[in-house]
């Protein structure tokens, strides 16, 4: 099922799956956008598979593992636009094609990834950008966001948002804005259970990007607000250039799986230590995610683990399932990303 390219980059921290993944595990995870497989290859695991109904993910991930394979550290990060946007693009990646299958070739130019950032190729990375290109500037000087962005504490942070970002104007258009999310900034179906104040919840939530987390750390945040990512300050597992030769190594060894996930374990009898379920469970009704979270504890080996981001609906493992209650609380309270209102490290019971 092709649904479009929906996120250029996963929004859960990377390094919170990873850290459950020991050398020869096997994993399972949501592919998404790609980045946490990627990152989950610098632990060493025997197996790694990503699965998606849609195929736009499972092609931009194959796009990424492409670059990992056959570009060095500078032009794989160039061509995915880690770190900006890449001069003469089209001119730069026509001799790197002949490495590459006519069928990737053909998705990567149908979906112009070799004019643009892969990175800013997402729906909802479009929507976040034009928020912050276009309507956080009538509110908040450049100048302010420039100050903010090389804040040398929490305390500076603290002072420059309160002062100079958190006005009626600021509010006023981020309601209007993030109150349109469910229509224009994701899929549909991905909110169809939801019934919060979707600006309400997400005005609070990045209040823990502006205030909770340094800025130098939190490259999600100035992913947000700057569209890339500084190389001399913290950088996700996959973009560090220190893990760029295990992910290069192992990137071709990836599996890929165009399906559900309930259907991928309903009709294999593989076992896996690791098992990353994203915040899928939400675009489910409580029966359907239940039977999801039994199909997890079937399939998850003696002292596995099972991660589960919730977003705005509540579907979380209960029955069969005990909460891993330290790394969760761990795991929550170092987190960088914003965006999800729960994590939960699981067991079976």
């Not at 026509?94 to 997402?122: A, R």
């Not at 169809?192 to 609070?204: E, I, P, R, T």
């Not at 399906?259 to 029966?287: C, G, P, Q, Y």
């Not at 995610?289 to 504890?297: A, D, G, T, Y």
Request: aromatic residues 12%.
């Amino acid at each position: 099922m092709k649904s479009g390219i929906l996120y250029g980059m996963c929004w859960e921290d990377p390094d919170l799956f990873t850290a459950l993944v020991k050398p020869n595990d096997e994993v399972l995870t949501v592919c998404s956008a790609g980045d946490i497989a990627m990152s989950t290859l610098t632990k060493n695991p025997s197996r790694v598979v990503a699965v998606d109904t849609n195929s736009d993910q499972i092609e931009l991930t194959k796009t990424k593992a492409w670059a990992f394979q056959h570009l060095n550290y500078h032009d794989c990060h160039r061509f995915i636009g880690t770190f900006g946007p890449s001069p003469n693009r089209v001119t730069w990646l026509e001799p790197h094609y002949s490495s590459m299958s006519l069928e990737l070739k053909s998705w990567i130019v149908s979906n112009h990834l070799d004019q643009k950032s892969i990175l800013q190729s997402g729906r909802f990375e479009t929507y976040l950008r034009f928020f912050a290109r276009f309507l956080l500037p009538l509110a908040v000087s450049k100048k302010t966001i420039h100050s903010f962005l090389n804040a040398q504490s929490l305390e500076e942070q603290l002072e420059i948002y309160n002062h100079r970002i958190d006005n009626m104007r600021y509010r006023f258009l981020f309601r209007q804005f993030f109150g349109r999310l469910q229509r224009i900034g994701r899929h549909p179906d991905l909110l169809k259970h939801v019934k919060a104040d979707l600006a309400g919840v997400f005005y609070q939530r990045i209040k823990h990007a502006w205030l909770d987390v340094s800025i130098e750390n939190n490259y999600f945040f100035r992913f947000i607000l700057t569209g890339l990512m500084q190389q001399n300050l913290t950088l996700p597992l996959w973009a560090q250039i220190g893990n760029f030769e295990s992910i290069k190594k192992s990137a071709g060894t990836l599996e890929f799986v165009n399906n559900s996930i309930v259907d991928f374990l309903e009709n294999t009898k593989d076992s896996f230590d690791a098992i990353n379920l994203s915040n899928i469970s939400e675009v489910m009704t409580v029966e359907d995610s239940n039977r999801l979270f039994e199909l997890c504890r079937t399939h998850l080996k003696p002292n596995g683990h099972l991660l589960v981001w919730n977003n705005m609906v509540d579907r979380k493992p209960n029955k069969n399932w005990k909460l891993d209650e330290s790394r969760t609380l761990q795991f929550w309270e170092n987190r960088t990303g914003s965006l999800y209102g729960f994590l939960g490290v699981y067991q079976p019971a």
